[in-house]
Nanobody, 122 residues
Framework: VQLQASGGGLVQPGGSLRLSCAASGNFFSINTMNWYRQAPGKQREVVAT???????NYTDSVKGRFTISRDNAKNTVYLQMNSLKPEDTAVYYC?????????????????WGQGTLVTVSS
C-alpha cells in the first residue's frame, strides 16, 4: 500500500493550491484520512481530517481557507488551500487509516505519503 502526495509548489500570498494524495495497492477500504504539515523548526501538526463518511475537522489557523475532501472511488484525498499566507509554508503530508483483509483477519494501520513542499512567498 502506498500514498502518493502531489500538488505542492511556490505560490504568492493570497494564492491557491490544491494538494492530492492517492492511495494504491491491495487494500479493502480507507477510513479517516488526514493532512499534516511541518514547517521548518516546528513540530508536525494536523491540518485537516476527513472521515470515511465525509465529516471534516480543521485546525483553527486554516478554518475558512482550506477545504479537505475525498473521492472514495479514486481512493484520493484533496486539500484545497485558498488565501495562502507565508505561515502556511511547510512540507505537507497525507496519511490514511487503511484496512486490509487477509486470511488471518482484518487489519488496519496508518500509512503515510511522502511530503510535498508548499512555499508561500512573494
Amino acid at each position: 500500500v502506498q500514498l502518493q502526495a502531489s500538488g505542492g509548489g511556490l505560490v504568492q500570498p493570497g494564492g491557491s493550491l490544491r494538494l492530492s494524495c492517492a492511495a494504491s495497492g491491495n487494500f479493502f477500504s480507507i477510513n479517516t484520512m488526514n493532512w499534516y504539515r511541518q514547517a521548518p523548526g516546528k513540530q508536525r501538526e494536523v491540518v485537516a481530517t476527513i472521515t470515511s463518511g465525509g465529516s471534516t475537522n480543521y485546525t483553527d489557523s486554516v478554518k475558512g481557507r482550506f477545504t479537505i475532501s475525498r473521492d472514495n472511488a479514486k481512493n484520493t484525498v484533496y486539500l484545497q488551500m485558498n488565501s495562502l499566507k507565508p505561515e502556511d509554508t511547510a512540507v505537507y503530508y497525507c496519511n490514511g487509516d487503511i484496512v486490509r483483509i487477509t486470511v488471518y483477519g482484518r487489519f488496519q494501520r496508518t500509512y503515510w505519503g511522502q511530503g510535498t513542499l508548499v512555499t508561500v512567498s512573494s
